[in-house]
């Protein structure tokens, strides 16, 4: 007995096309673990940069710290007047001389703040800082009368601010100083 051989057309009409149609929905699984799988390497590679830039701001207000300790150890710092980063820790805010009038660590403007020249490299600015002379009594037992004046003992606060690569960084560190007079 001879078998005939199906026709090919009647093959066409048994298939129903479910490869194509199980393919499709695999690539588009994949396609869409491929694109979360970029996301999240970019938000990665965005977040080790800021790490960084946060490490180099982080840095570069480190330094100008510790130049200002260095200047507060040599002993030659100068007048407290409000100029050249030296300041008057005026507790009254209504106090209007020039030494009590400290620059806002917020303020982007270098205005009234020392900055460090060509000290950090591959900073988008040079870290700055300020020296304020702080008042303190002499001892435990002194009454503060509001018209006598405050015994300064040698303490001050430095408050420096550092940059990263980029300006969108900026890090402000503070530090409380006593020098020994």
């Not at 051989?5 to 093959?11: A, D, L, M, T």
């Not at 830039?53 to 840095?59: G, S």
Request: hydrophobic share 40%.
């Amino acid at each position: 007995m001879k078998r005939r051989k199906p026709h090919p057309q009647s093959e066409i009409v048994r298939q129903s096309g479910a490869a194509l149609i199980v393919s499709l929905v695999f690539m588009l699984i994949l396609t869409i673990i491929s694109i979360a799988s970029m996301q999240t390497a970019t938000l990665q590679e965005r977040m080790a940069g800021n790490m960084k830039d946060n490490t180099i701001a982080f840095q570069a207000a480190e330094a100008a710290l510790r130049l200002a300790e260095v200047d507060l150890k040599s002993g030659v710092v100068g007048v407290f007047d409000g100029t050249g980063g030296r300041y008057l820790s005026c507790p009254d805010p209504g106090d209007t001389r020039t030494a009590c009038a400290s620059p806002d660590w917020a303020d982007y403007k270098s205005s009234g703040w020392k900055v460090l020249v060509n000290k950090v490299p591959d900073v988008s600015k040079q870290p700055e800082y300020i020296i304020q002379q702080l008042n303190r009594a002499s001892s435990k037992d002194t009454v503060l009368d509001s018209d006598r004046v405050v015994a300064r003992d040698g303490f001050f606060r430095v408050i420096a601010r550092g940059y990263g690569a980029s300006d969108r960084n900026m890090v402000v560190l503070t530090t409380t100083f006593k020098r020994k007079e």
